[in-house]
């Protein structure tokens, strides 16, 4: 079946620092991977949706400074947390689709960021 | 707006008992409809979807839910659940104008399976 892949799975970083999360879609292409955010016992929030070869569209109230996203191949999309603060800690999930029709999204492992 | 409500957010359950997590979804226009798993520190798994078609869908590891178009319901269920079920059910909407694949989560629901 189709795999998404996200790096690293656990980041610690100080406060002020940027972190990259990567998330790649391993035996498919993908145009069109999405970013979610999820808080301790909660849901998913969509964050952004990451197009190949074009700007993310950014859901209302997130930051496009401050979560970089950067589509440049179709098995690649990356998340850049730029200048972390303690509150940015979260676990972030990444998902891919092969089928736009289908419905079907398949997630990464999701990452975990620490903020010190 | 579309919105999911997952009624419960904790469903214990001993082991080989059935389930059911509740889902109720509110949109306007006709919509996609999804159920995942997630194992602690983990991504999401697809357990089932409605696209179209009949009603009841079957899914992966015993699970099925029943689409309710009057009562705006998407529950899930399953007959006998194990240990290995012990994880955290997500109920997603998405409506078919914006495409199948932009998610709007329920809250989740911690299902504990108990020997």
């Known amino acids: 079946g189709a795999v998404v892949s996200q790096h690293p799975s656990r980041v610690i970083c100080k406060s002020g620092t940027s972190v990259k999360i990567e998330c790649r879609s391993l035996d498919f292409q993908a145009t069109t991977m999405f970013w979610y955010r999820q808080f301790p016992k909660q849901s998913l929030m969509l964050m952004a949706t990451s197009n190949e070869g074009s700007k993310a569209t950014y859901e209302q109230g997130v930051e496009k400074d401050k979560f970089l996203i950067n589509h440049a191949s179709l098995t690649l999309s990356t998340l850049t947390v730029t200048s972390a603060h303690p509150e940015d800690s979260s676990f972030y999930i990444c998902?891919?689709?092969?089928?736009?029709?289908?419905?079907?999204?398949?997630f990464g492992e999701g990452s975990r960021l620490t903020v010190l | 707006a579309q919105s999911v409500t997952q009624l419960d957010s904790q469903v214990p359950v001993f082991e080989e008992a059935p389930v059911e997590l509740r889902c109720n979804y509110s949109s306007s226009v006709s919509v996609y409809l999804f159920w995942y798993v997630q194992y602690p520190n983990q991504g999401l798994q697809l357990l089932l979807k409605?696209?179209?078609?009949?009603?009841l869908v079957k899914g992966i590891n015993g699970f099925e839910a029943e689409f309710n178009k009057s009562q705006t319901s998407f529950h899930l269920r399953k007959p006998s659940v194990h240990i290995s079920d012990t994880a955290e059910y997500f109920c997603?909407?998405?409506?078919?104008?914006?495409?199948?694949?932009?998610?709007?989560f329920g809250q989740g629901t911690r299902l504990t399976i108990n020997p």
């Open positions: 997603a909407v998405s409506d078919l104008d914006k495409g199948a694949q932009k998610l709007v």
């Open positions: 998902s891919a689709t092969r089928d736009m029709n289908t419905g079907e999204l398949f």
């Open positions: 409605y696209l179209s078609g009949s009603t």
